[in-house]
Each structure stands twice: as C-alpha cells, then as structure tokens.
Nanobody, 121 residues
C-alpha cells in the first residue's frame, strides 16, 4: 500500500516562504500526477498545484506567480515552493497522488493526512 509523507509545514509571517515536500513510498511503479490541495476553516478543499509525470503543471488562481510545484519522478516526490505567503494561504495542505500503480494494484487517487500551514499577518 502507498504512504504519503508530508513535511515542511509550519508557521511563517506574511511575505515569507515555506517549502513543502511530499514523498510517496511503497512498491510504486508509476504515479501519473502529484500535487497539493488545501482547506481553510469553513472552506472547501481547493487545488493549490498539480504536476504530471510529464511535467505539466496546473495552479490554483490564487497562488499563480507565488507558488511553484516541482517533481522528482525517480523519488516519487513532489515539492511546493511557497513564496510571498499571505494570511489567506493558511490552511491544511494535503498531498495528493493520482494514478498510482504499484506492483500489486492500481490506486486512482491517494491522499496524505495533511500538514498545517499558518501565515500570520
């Protein structure tokens, strides 16, 4: 079975930066896409950034120009560099892996447990 290990969350002041990492472990053969979603209190979960194995990216409108997603396919790891952070970026950030093929099964979508990011004003 797949596990997603998230790291890099924490507390930062507005205008600062954080770098999130998410590493998928297990007997993984291929992951088609990896990315980050976030959920603020009282809000729905929303796309932050997504990257495919081919390098195509998709960003939420609110983070374009400030966040950059990258991926190391060999390590099954995705990174999210978050710059110019704003208080409205505060929330729980969930790593997501889509189209996960292991040696035994195929998992359409898999979620990490979430990492808290808090941006103070």
């Amino acid at each position: 079975q797949v596990q997603l290990v998230e790291s890099g969350g924490g507390l930062v002041q507005a205008g600062g930066s954080l770098r999130l990492s998410c590493a998928a472990s297990g007997t993984i053969l291929r992951i088609n896409a990896m990315g980050w979603y976030r959920q603020a209190p009282g809000q729905q979960r929303e796309l932050v950034a997504l990257i495919t194995s081919g390098g195509s990216t998709n960003y939420g409108d609110s983070v374009k120009g400030r966040f950059t997603i990258s991926r190391d396919n060999a390590k099954n790891t995705v990174y999210l560099q978050m710059n110019s952070l704003k208080p409205e970026d505060t929330g729980v950030y969930y790593c997501n892996a889509g189209g996960v093929r292991t040696t035994r099964t195929f998992i359409p979508e898999y979620w990490g447990q979430g990492s808290q990011v808090t941006v103070s004003s």
